[in-house]
């Protein structure tokens, strides 16, 4: 996604759940960036946290290891690793990669896994969102920005996501729990 697109992906996204008015930006580490521009101005704008109670962003250099991109990513390649994952494989296959080439940048609170694919130029990375336990797979060419206002919006839909999921007005938390 070019990044006049992506301003405007992070303008609709804005308009339909407002950002938090401070949010906890997590400085960039120093060392070459694992992220794509587009998500760094998604967290720019929303920090770490959370969708609708239901949909977790993570952030590179987050204070919350949890929400952590580097830390998330080495703990699900870690998890994927040798193991067979029927709906993921043929997915990656079709990309040439493999489930150890997997960037985490997200979760939800059913523990399903939202990864971009890195083939190819950052800011088009591929989004695919893996089913907890039974590994099942969505991929969409889209932006993280994008998947999250196409998930808020019903646009996109994930078969295995709760059906109240996302509620008529979407919100954000940093923590939602706490």
């Known amino acids: 996604m070019d990044e006049p697109d992506t301003d405007a992906a992070l303008s609709r996204l ?3 759940c407002p950002p938090p008015s401070h949010p906890e930006v997590p400085p960039v580490p120093g060392t070459a960036s694992i992220v794509p521009a587009g998500h760094r ?3 720019g704008a929303y920090g770490a946290g959370c969708f609708d109670e239901f949909l977790w962003i993570f952030a590179e250099g987050a204070s919350n290891g949890h929400l952590d991109i580097a830390e998330q990513t080495e703990r699900m390649r870690s998890h994927l690793r040798g193991r067979a994952v029927p709906g993921l494989g043929p997915v990656l296959d079709g990309y040439g990669a493999e489930s150890g080439d997997l960037i985490q940048w997200g979760i939800t609170d059913n523990a399903d896994l939202l990864g971009w694919i890195p083939v190819g130029d950052p800011a088009h990375w591929p989004t695919v969102i893996i089913q907890a336990g039974r590994l099942g797979a969505v991929v969409t060419v889209d932006s993280s920005t994008d998947t999250v206002f196409r998930l808020l919006t019903r646009a996109l839909k994930v078969p295995f996501f709760p ?14 729990y706490g």
């Open 14 to 16: 804005k308009d339909l």
């Open 41 to 43: 101005a998604l967290t």
């Open 163 to 176: 059906d109240d999921f996302p509620s008529e007005r979407p919100s954000f938390s940093p923590n939602p």
